[in-house]
């Protein structure tokens, strides 16, 4: 008897053990990944890179703290990347320095920063709310929804972009204050920290307390988890997704100014593809399309892990269309093993 049990004991161990190492595979391969990269060429561990990467990934975390919310509740959103080259180009062509030769506006005055940071949030986070408003009082899918509004909003921006009298040119020649807002950095101790990891810290400071203090974080696990419960619990599913998608867009918005200023200029093709960096490193940080699971921290982490292997391949000089190839399959990876661990749970 005590040998039975001995055996099943180690064949359930065996087992977890199978089931652990299935359930964080991607962190296996992406790790790998890494360390091939590093291999090659182990200049890449550098402080310099580091600076960079995560200078890179700040943008990209607010991107994907809009969009991790929104998966949250079992939703999605494909116009993030357009919406982020939307508030990228209004805020360069609003921001060019005042002696450039080829402004947009040759006769605009200097704005404050804020005016034009504020601006492209309210234009952005109309959009986010039209979005909400399809989902959640049309009831078409977060999928087509956002498809939709991806198309428009890149049509918006190429209309918007292609103007005489210089048509469709890099909108450069920044004020060089909205450079330094971007592209600054700040002495702590001996560390010198870009502006734009402040930024990050901060958005990502403001959307813990979203989504684990606030009445509005737990309506959204809480759609996420089962919508037909919450809507019997007296949850109004209606606002709290037009006020999620509202916020997304926001911080889009934010991070295509952000964009703008870390880059140097901005064209009609600024954020594209972003939003699918966001949904691979959201799903990475172990956010669930299955609703209702997910942690800023996770989304934080997924998006640095994925910013180091993005730079790690670029700086190891793999070709670009290849580049688009391996993110596919992350992708495709790490939502087949999300998918897997919701079917069994369930």
Do not use: C, H
Not at 247 to 258: K, N, Q, R, S
């Amino acid at each position: 008897m005590l040998a039975l049990n001995s055996d099943k004991t180690k064949k359930s161990t065996k087992k977890d053990m199978l089931q652990w190492i299935m359930n964080n595979a991607i962190y296996f391969i992406l790790i790998a990944l890494l360390l091939i990269i590093i291999a090659i060429s182990p200049d890449f561990l550098s402080v310099i890179n580091l600076r960079n990467i995560l200078s890179q990934a700040s943008t990209r975390i607010i991107i994907a703290l809009g969009v991790g919310g929104l998966i949250i509740t079992q939703g999605t959103d494909l116009s993030a990347g357009r919406l982020v080259g939307l508030a990228a180009v209004v805020s360069a062509s609003l921001l060019q320095a005042p002696d450039y030769a080829y402004r947009m506006y040759p006769n605009l005055p200097e704005l404050p920063l804020f005016v034009p940071i504020i601006l492209v949030a309210i234009i952005t986070g109309l959009f986010g709310l039209i979005n909400g408003f399809i989902v959640s009082k049309l009831n078409v899918t977060p999928f087509i929804a956002t498809l939709g509004t991806m198309v428009i909003a890149y049509g918006v921006t190429s209309i918007y972009f292609d103007r005489p009298p210089y048509g469709a040119q890099p909108i450069g020649g920044l004020d060089p204050r909205f450079m330094n807002f971007a592209q600054g950095n700040i002495m702590i101790g001996n560390f010198m920290i870009p502006y734009l990891v402040i930024y990050a810290t901060i958005i990502t400071i403001i959307m813990w307390v979203i989504w684990n203090k606030t009445r509005l974080g737990k309506n959204m696990y809480a759609i996420g988890g089962n919508p037909e419960a919450a809507a019997v619990s007296g949850i109004n599913i209606t606002k709290n997704l037009l006020i999620l998608y509202t916020i997304a867009g926001v911080l889009y918005g934010f991070a295509g100014v952000l964009e703008a200023g870390r880059v140097g200029s901005a064209t009609n093709n600024t954020g594209f593809m972003y939003e699918l960096d966001a949904i691979a490193a959201v799903v990475v940080g172990g956010v669930s399309f299955s609703g209702g699971i997910g942690t800023v921290g996770g989304v934080v982490t997924g998006v640095i892990i994925f910013q180091l292997i993005n730079y790690g391949l670029a700086f190891i000089g793999v070709n670009p269309y290849l580049q688009y190839i391996i993110k596919g399959l992350i992708i495709v990876t790490a939502v087949a093993i999300d998918t897997r661990k919701y079917i069994k749970k369930k």
